[in-house]
Structure formats: C-alpha cells, structure tokens
C-alpha cells in the first residue's frame, strides 16, 4: 500500500510519524515543496557572544494543556528538554492610550475571575467596570447557531472590556477580528460556561479552582518549548523519519487527478513532470491549497476548502544590550488592543519569557506585526523600521539592534470566521466519498501546535488501511 503525505509542517510531519508507527506495511512518502522542514516552524540559532540568540521565526511555544504536543515529545525523546516560562516575572501588559497598563491578575482561560483585581485595573472605567459586573445577573442567552466571539464576550461583559482586554488576549492567538471570529470554532467552551454557570466570571473562577488542584500535582507550565528552539521537535521527528519515509522536500505538487487506469487512486503531478500514483493520501497543506491542487479531482470540495480566509502576519525579532533598554522587561510583554491603531499586534519580550534564548546582558524581543483586515508594509525593511518605532514609542529604546530578523507570513493565520463550522460540516461530508483522502493541518479544528499534531494523527486514523492495527487505533469519528 502506497500511502503519500503532502506538506511537511508539523501536521504533515506528524502525519508521516504516526503512519510509520501504525501502518507499518505501508510504504510512507512525505512531499514538501521547501528545502526547508517544519512549514512555520523555524528557528534561527544565532552565536553570539559567549552564547546563542534563539530566535523563532514563527511559533514560540506550545500549549501543554493540549495533550498531544507534550505527547509526541515524549515519544521523541524530547520530554526532558521542554521549558516552561518563567516563573519568576510573569507580568502582561496591554497598551492603553499608548502606555503599558498591567493585565489584571486571576484570568481563567483569558476571562476575569479575581474582583478585586477588575477593580484596581486601570484598564476599564468604573462604567466599564459596573457593565462587567452585569455578566453575573445576565441569564443565559438562547442563541440559535454560532455568534461571534466579539459579540459574545460584548454582551456578557460589556464593550469596553472586550475591546480594552479580550480583544488583544483572543483575537491575537489568530491575529483576528474578534466581530468576525466564530465563537464555536474559537473558543467553544465560553458558551458552555455560560449556559452552565449563568455567567463567565463565575464559570473562570471554577476553572481557576480546578486547575489550581491540578497544579498542586505537579503540572508544570502552561507553556513549553524545547531548550534550543522548536525546531527540535522537526529534527527529532525527522531523525524518527529517515528509516522508513521517503523524504522528498524541493518537490512541489501542482495538481491531484484520479489515475486512469485505477479509478480508486490518486495521481499526484509534480512540478518537475513526473507523475507519482498512490493509495492514499494525506494533504496537510493550507486549505486554500489543497483546494487549489484538487481542484479538477473535486471541484466541489476545492471551493469549500478555498472559502476559509487566512491572515497575513510577520514577526521581527530585535536583539539589544540589556543596558540600551530604558525600562525594565520584567514580564513576557505585552498586546495591543485593535482600537490602538498600531500595525504591530504584540511583542514579546522573549528573553524575560524564556531567559535561556538570549546570552547574558543581552535581551531578545519580538514584535508581532499584522491581523485580518489591516494592511501592512510587506518588504523586510519597512517591517524592521515599523517594529524599530514600535520599540521606541512603548519602550522609549532609541539605541540600533545588534541584530535583526524578519519573518514574513503569508496567507498563514486561517480564520475560523462565522460559518467555519458548517465549512467543516461540508468538507466532513464531501470527504465520506473519499474514504482514502483526509486533510490535516491548521486550517480546521485547530491552529495551535498541540492541534496540529493531533490533525495528523487523526487524518492517519481515518484511512482504511488504519483500521485493525495494533494499538487499539479505530477510524475516527470525523475525516479532519
Ligand atoms: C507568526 C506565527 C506565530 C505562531 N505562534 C504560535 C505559537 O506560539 N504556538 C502555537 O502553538 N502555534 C503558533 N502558531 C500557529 C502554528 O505555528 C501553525 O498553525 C502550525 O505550525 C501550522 O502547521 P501546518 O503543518 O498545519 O502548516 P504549515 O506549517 O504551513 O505546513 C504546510 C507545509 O506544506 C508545504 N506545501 C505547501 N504547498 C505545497 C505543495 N504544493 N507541495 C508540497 N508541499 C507544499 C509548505 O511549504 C509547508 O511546509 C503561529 C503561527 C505563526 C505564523
């Protein structure tokens, strides 16, 4: 059985690992059109000094809350060398009015548990502060579908909260517009605190307690990242690889057609000409693409999968002598709210976050730059001078960085957008008659590291040849 596996970002990367684990008669090929592997994972390893800047191109961290990253490390060796954050200055801010304004303690999963907290933040007016008190006598709302997460969190806690602290928190993990972001795609689980504590607040503060006494048992962050970059995880998974998968980067699929001669296969066409039949396959490339390369086997699927948007984003890094910052980094940084007007989104400062990425007397930090629906200069420089102003404008660092790097994403944030989950429901259906094909990656149930791992898991568990093989693996319910 020929099974193929197009993309080799963590999902496609995943994809190929649980394969070789779970379907071991299968001859396994992964295809990847950089010569690069790991899509978004990229990590710069710069020396410097007595020691080494660790820079991160995209992602920076993962969830550990979500199962399957801590997972995969483990079964790649990887377990001893994850990071959490550090313990010692967590502080957030979040530009108000152009200055820095502490991120009230107690947030439960991003929504405000601690009362005393809301009420020394300078963050939301006594106005804004009364609406949010409102959320602990609103009923329950009897919403027929989805709403947007803007919406949602506006009406449980008012406008001014949303914007001034949910917006920035939410919306930046998609680099979204929280009027537009489907609440059941997002972030599901604050309308099941709503319909079962009758208020978010109440619902946060439960949450809180629950975790409490999970950490007391020993969980560590919330946050890891291996001691060297997130590239570790793609080196070790393809060290694990080499044995048993084909490994083809520099090679681009243009197009996907059913063979001819076996009707129940797929045609692969490459860009160098040839033309490479296979079994099954497994296409964990951005959705717009996979629409694009199956345009002529589906036409219908391609469409649907072509009508999820993604966001352009890019991230400079900034590296500076410690005694070249006027102020203090003694948190992980801070976000901006949309009603800010700044092209940057957050900035990060990196080397507080994770102080092994940075040699000493010296500090890394990030700017994040770009979300849906706002236009950004797309040259290397103009990013870098943006970012630079960024830094003098909030921090007051007028000195030159020491060194620099940009890392432009394109078309790389989908949007989970109103009306995301039926697009899943019709891509669920369409693919029922292609017991064969699934789909992975981050344009569908997920766009975190954790998910993305776990959307190739799941795209191995669907096909047929899974079926019955050790492990207990049973086909999964969905085909994402
Ligand atoms: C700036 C940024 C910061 C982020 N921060 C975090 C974070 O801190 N934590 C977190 O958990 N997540 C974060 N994310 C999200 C996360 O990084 C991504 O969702 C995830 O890495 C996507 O993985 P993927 O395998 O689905 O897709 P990709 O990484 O996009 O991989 C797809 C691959 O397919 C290849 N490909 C495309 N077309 C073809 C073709 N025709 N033929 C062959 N190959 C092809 C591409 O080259 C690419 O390598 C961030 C994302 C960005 C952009």
Redesign the pocket.
């Known amino acids: 059985m020929k099974l193929t596996i197009?993309?080799?970002?963590?999902?496609?990367?995943?994809a190929a690992y649980y394969a070789k684990k779970n379907i071991p008669d299968a001859h396994i090929t992964l295809?990847?059109?950089?010569s690069?592997?790991?899509?978004?994972?990229t990590t710069d390893r710069v020396a410097f000094d007595d020691g080494h800047f660790i820079i991160?191109?995209?992602?920076?961290?993962?969830?550990a809350t979500k199962p399957w990253?801590v997972a995969l490390c483990n079964e790649l060796g990887l377990g001893e060398r994850l990071h959490g954050t550090n313990p010692n200055k967590k502080n957030t801010y979040v530009l108000n009015k152009g200055r820095l304004l502490p991120l009230p303690e107690g947030l439960a999963m991003m929504i405000p548990s601690d009362v005393p907290s809301i009420l020394r933040s300078r963050l939301i007016s006594w106005v804004g502060k009364t609406r949010m008190g409102l959320d602990f006598l609103l009923p329950a709302k009897n919403v027929n579908g989805d709403e947007s997460l803007g919406s949602f969190v506006s009406r449980r806690l008012g406008r001014e909260a949303y914007e001034n602290l949910i917006e920035p928190l939410m919306s930046g993990?998609y680099?979204g517009d929280g009027d537009q972001l489907s609440l059941a795609s997002t972030f599901p689980y604050l309308r099941d605190l709503e319909i079962k504590h009758g208020s978010l607040a109440r619902g946060a503060l439960e949450m809180r307690k629950k975790s409490k006494g999970k950490a007391v048992q020993g969980s560590r962050s919330a946050?890891l990242t291996p001691t060297t970059g997130l590239a570790e995880i793609v080196e070790a998974l393809i060290e694990s690889l080499k044995s048993k998968v084909e490994l083809r980067p520099n090679?681009?699929?243009?197009h996907i057609t059913r063979s001819d001669l076996r009707p129940s296969t797929f045609d692969l066409e490459l860009e160098t000409g040839e033309t490479l039949e296979t079994d099954s396959l497994i296409l964990?490339?951005?959705a717009y693409?996979s629409g694009?390369?199956l345009a002529s086997f589906d036409p219908a699927l391609a469409s649907v999968l072509q009508s999820i948007p993604y966001a352009s984003?890019?991230?400079v890094s900034l590296a500076y002598r410690c005694s070249d910052i006027p102020r203090g980094l003694d948190g992980y940084g801070y976000v901006i709210p949309r009603r800010e007007g700044r092209k940057a989104l957050a900035c990060t400062w990196t080397s507080t976050k994770f102080p092994h990425r940075a040699p000493e007397g010296y500090a890394l930090i990030r700017v994040?730059v770009g979300r849906a629906g706002q236009d950004i200069p797309w040259n290397e420089n103009d990013l870098l001078e943006l970012s630079k102003e960024e830094m003098k404008l909030t921090l007051g660092i007028t000195a030159e960085p020491l060194l620099s790097r940009v890392?432009m994403?394109e078309n790389?944030?989908?949007q989970y957008n109103l009306g995301h989950p039926d697009i899943l429901k019709r891509i669920d259906a369409i693919l029922e008659n292609y017991p064969s094909l699934a789909l992975?990656?981050?344009?569908y149930r997920g766009?975190?590291?954790?998910?993305?791992i776990h959307?190739?898991e799941l795209a191995v568990k669907k096909l047929p040849e899974s079926i019955g093989v050790e492990n207990g693996l049973a086909p999964a319910p969905t085909a994402l």
């Not at 090679?251 to 243009?254: D, E, S």
């Open positions: 197009v993309g080799g970002g963590i999902a496609g990367l995943s295809i990847e059109s950089d690069h592997w790991g899509g978004k994972i991160e191109g995209g992602p920076d961290t993962f969830l990253g993990i680099a946050f090679t681009r699929v243009t964990a490339t951005p693409i694009h390369l984003t890019a991230t994040f890392f994403w790389a944030m989908p992975a990656g981050n344009g766009i975190g590291i954790p998910d993305c959307s190739g």
